[in-house]
């Protein structure tokens, strides 16, 4: 056993399983940009198979990134595995993770197998995977709750047929750590081509156990690869959270005597940005990545950070990221300090015409708002990119009226299709005056599942980033608008997912 921890990223993969979290093409490139700048070894970038939308963002971010090695979910048939291959041609370093599901419980109920099946299945999916790729990756679904037998007999039958990298996934989220380390160590001495594999941990956070049953994984079990996602995005109660991984890893350096190659000054920006683009809060209590996780109240501990910043932190900010929120743009700022600063914050558009566009709707935010901060640029530029490329619905004014006692009114003009359309609505409030005019026009038969406000930024002045959730025919996904005047930003929000819904090549939640 070496020393050094893979860090598998899977926050475009199963970070996006979370109903709503699905992300456009555009939003997964800038994304697995970021996790290049973190400096993860493996990104899972789909499931190819999963549609043509996701077929696409897997060739492109094999296409954009260089360093880490791009991956692709199968499930262990021919079909998923060629569709795989396909999507990671362009990929400088490329690998298929394929599973099947090994519970008795899995088995019986979902694939309606017997266990001889599933493990001729499994021999069949690497032997097949091989033709494309020597980097294969293979995963018992619902490991921690399968027969120990039964998986020794399987997964010294997937490494002898050429997987390199062997997964142990808690599906469900129903491991305990020292149970689930144990069974890993006692898999690795059972199997006598247990060598000849990485050993890897996939945990769910359905008890709030992900993160340490991961680490019980690596100690105990000797696994030497973790699974995980930013801000633990994922189905359910989440995903094992990479950041709370790295940071263990680092700040208990001398018990767990790990290497991994995060550059952990990238961790906040990573986490600001798939927050801001899934539209997933994090929450202010969160591990590392939390507004207070480095906030202090009680008069003692101010005290004791003031003499000595050790006595109440074990981490420092600036390690993970966290910086003084300054002021780095206004609007005496020029086009090329605004490129420049767009290149810092890892955001790439792909035209000139992209950034002039940009730069237009900077220069507009700061003539109404006076500083001018990172998040705001961020926003700006995943507003740009929302009601980007003949959009469907867009924004054209809106006026409203909220007065004590009075019904709530509320006047818009968007377009569909490129025509104009005035609507008046009332409501309970002016947001919901707002939609009830919009749908007397869209009449989308949308549900508004989810209506969450942040301020991007300190002060009154803030920019308030708004995140409508919406469902439709089985369909989740999120709109999420930016604008000093939160009525504007919550109709940029449902237009924004409005045109998510009407959209024939946005991605079906998995779920579905």
Known sequence: MNNRLIIFDTTLRDGEQSPGASMTREEKVRIA??????????????????SQGDFESIRAIATAVREPIVCSLARANDRDLARAAEALEPAARKR???????????????????PEQVLEQAKLAIRFASKFTDDI???????????????CRVLENVIAEGATTINFPDTVGYAVPELYG?????????????????????????????????????MIGGARQVE???????????????????????????????????????????????SQITGFAVQPNKAVVGANAFAHASGIHQDGILKARETYEIMRAEDVGWTANKIV????????????????LGIELDSEAEVNAAFARFKELADRKAEIFDEDIMALVSDEEATAGGEHYRLVSLSQRSETG?????????????????????????VDAMVNAIESKAQSGAELVLFAISGISPGTQSQGEVTMRLAHSGRIVNGVGADPDIVVASAKAYLAGLNKLHSKIEKLNPQV
């Open 33 to 50: 940009r970021q996790l290049e700048k973190l400096r993860v070894d493996v990104i899972e970038a789909g499931f190819a198979a999963a």
């Open 96 to 114: 298929i993770h394929t599973f099947i599901a090994t519970s008795p419980l899995h088995m019986q109920m979902k694939l309606r197998m017997e």
């Open 137 to 151: 990756e293979f995963s018992p679904e619902d490991g921690s709750r399968s027969e120990e037998d039964f998986l």
């Open 182 to 218: 144990e069974t890993i160590r006692r898999l690795r001495e059972r199997i006598p081509n247990s060598d000849k594999a990485v050993w890897s941990v996939h945990c769910h956070n359905d008890l709030g156990l992900a993160v340490a049953n991961s680490l019980a994984g690596v």
């Open 228 to 274: 995980c996602t930013i801000n633990g995005l994922g189905e359910r109660a989440g995903n094992t959270a990479l950041e709370e991984v790295v940071m263990a890893l680092r700040t208990r350096a001398g018990y767990f005597n790990l290497d991994c190659g995060i550059d952990t000054t990238q961790i906040v920006p990573a986490s600001k940005m798939v």
């Open 329 to 344: 743009l206004g609007k005496l700022s020029g086009r090329n300090a605004f490129k420049q600063r767009l290149q810092e």
């Open 406 to 430: 009075e019904l709530p009114f509320a006047r818009i003009v968007f377009s569909i299709d490129g025509v104009e359309h005035s609507a008046v609505g009332t409501g309970d409030g002016p």
